[in-house]
């Protein structure tokens, strides 16, 4: 039966690999795309209909594939290809989804094949394993605080990698959301700071008001301001100054000091 295929890998050699073993043993298997992380996998899926399997990494170059599950509603049987730890073996196997250790022979790859060949599209089997790779997601995500480590960042012809461990602030002006770095870096990116700051790690930073979300590492100075307020100097320029709100403040003093 023609199946079509989406690898989700960031490692080319990886993904060449399971691109020549899985001719060898589904040939007839049409693999519609070979995707290299979230970002692009999010547009991708939203661009396209669902294939018929999906084989993905889990630790890919712009986060964990974990978030484009959160983001996505899976359609078919999702084959995970991972070098995690027996935890997260022991998740995926109590909630019967398939997954391959790296490096990937051809028989535990021939056995996944043969497994996905018993579904059909329709039958409970397979509504059965989307629900249980919904639940397995979710278990994960909450077991594993899944926070961005990368944003790519469109220029040109080009996808620029921005490390969050170099963000200094984000901020709102004029309705545009930029990301300034260490060293003075502006980058413009597309999500608001509402969605961006369920992507970062809340221990690492924290939203000082509507317009600022700030790194603790930027942190330089904190000024007692009127009104029971509290001013930030970051150790980069701002383009105005950052002011807590007195609602923030103890949320802001307990974050700091975490």
Not at 170 to 193: I, K, M, S, W
Not at 211 to 222: E, F, G, H, N
Request: proline share 4%.
């Amino acid at each position: 039966m023609i199946r079509k295929i989406v690898i989700i890998e960031d490692e080319a050699i990886a993904a060449q690999n399971l691109v020549r073993l899985l001719a060898e043993t589904a040939p007839q298997w049409q693999i519609v795309a070979t995707l290299q992380g979230v970002e692009d996998s999010l547009e991708w899926f939203q661009q396209n209909p669902s294939p018929d399997v999906v084989f993905t990494d889990i630790h890919l170059a712009d986060g964990l594939a974990f978030n484009i599950f959160n983001n996505v509603k899976m359609e078919c049987p999702v084959v995970f290809t991972t070098a995690y730890d027996q935890y997260a073996l022991q998740a995926f196997q109590a909630n019967g989804i398939d997954y391959l250790l790296k490096p990937i022979s051809k028989d535990a790859l021939l056995k996944s094949v043969e497994k996905i060949e018993r579904f059909s599209v329709n039958n409970s089997t397979t509504e059965n394993y989307v629900s249980q790779l919904d639940a397995m997601v979710k278990l994960m995500t909450q077991q594993s605080h899944v926070y961005k480590s990368f944003f790519l960042i469109p220029w040109k012809d080009r996808l620029i990698p921005l490390a969050v461990s170099d963000i200094a602030y984000l901020f709102v002006n004029d309705g545009v959301t930029r990301a300034v770095t260490f060293n003075e870096q502006n980058y413009v990116l597309d999500e608001p700071l509402e969605l961006l700051m369920k992507q970062l790690d809340p221990d690492q930073f924290f939203r000082a008001n509507r317009q600022y979300i700030v790194s603790k590492k930027a942190v330089r100075d904190i000024v007692m301001w009127f009104g029971s307020k509290l001013r930030l100097t970051l150790s980069v320029p701002t383009p105005e100054q950052i002011v807590v709100s007195k609602a923030n403040v103890t949320d802001f003093k307990a974050w700091f000091t975490k």
